[in-house]
């Protein structure tokens, strides 16, 4: 079955680099139409869509992060790595990676990881 | 502020029938991309709840449809539950880029 899992810091300091990892299974990313897909939720707010990579390692961002967003992947390992530069606390949130493809959405999250930014 | 615009919140007797909108732009829904929607309950990831405007994935009850015109698509919930209390969230694109709504909360009375 399909799954997947965020891993990384629960607490990082103002103006550090956030990386996470997600780790998945039960799919390939090599397999064509298929995505990853960051999505952060703060607390008692919606979501908010990051950052997408694709089969063909084609990669999109959120116009208004793109310059603090960096996603990438290991096909090898089943990973999907998104860094997130200059944290700020208006960044604490609960960071979801999930699957997805256009016509179908987003039909597998991970169960999301908190991420809180305080010194 | 979210690209696509969902109420904040609407409620409903149980039994009875809501609607949730979503309202895009020429941008997004207008251009022809599809809307998912989201159900998220208290605590939990969200979870896909009506894929391709208007299709229902395995195990979702027929008491939730959607649908799609111009450049807004709506959810509606019959026979409501007290099990469908949660937010709901739309979903679409703009080019290459996901978008999402505003989320809102449905309230069973």
């Known amino acids: 079955q399909v799954t997947l899992r965020e891993s990384g810091p629960a607490l990082v300091k103002p103006t550090q680099t956030l990386t996470l990892t997600c780790t998945f299974s039960g799919f390939s990313l090599s397999t064509s139409g298929m995505c990853v897909s960051w999505i952060r939720q703060p607390p008692g707010k919606a979501l908010e869509w990051l950052a997408l990579i694709d089969w063909d390692d084609d990669k999109y961002y959120s116009t208004s992060l793109k310059t603090r967003l960096t996603i990438s992947k290991d096909t090898s390992k089943n990973q999907v790595v998104l860094t997130m530069t200059n944290m700020d606390p208006v960044d604490t949130a609960t960071y979801y990676c999930?699957?997805?493809?256009?016509?179908?959405?987003?039909?597998?999250w991970g169960q999301g990881t908190l991420v809180t930014v305080s010194s | 502020q979210s690209v696509l615009t969902q109420p904040p919140s609407v409620s409903g007797a149980p039994w009875q029938r809501v609607t949730i909108s979503c309202t895009g732009s020429?941008?997004?829904?207008?251009?022809?991309?599809?809307v998912h929607w989201y159900q998220q309950l208290p605590g939990t990831a969200p979870k896909l709840l009506i894929y391709?405007?208007?299709n229902r994935p395995s195990g979702v009850p027929d008491r939730f449809s959607g649908s799609k015109s111009g450049t807004s698509a709506s959810l509606a919930i019959t026979g409501l539950q007290a099990e469908d209390e949660a937010d709901y969230y739309c979903?679409?694109?703009?080019?290459?880029?996901?978008?999402f709504g505003g989320g809102t909360k449905l309230t069973v009375l």
């Open positions: 391709g405007n208007n």
């Open positions: 979903q679409s694109y703009e080019s290459s880029l996901t978008v």
């Open positions: 020429s941008s997004n829904i207008g251009a022809g991309y599809d």
């Open positions: 999930a699957r997805m493809s256009y016509s179908s959405g987003i039909d597998y």
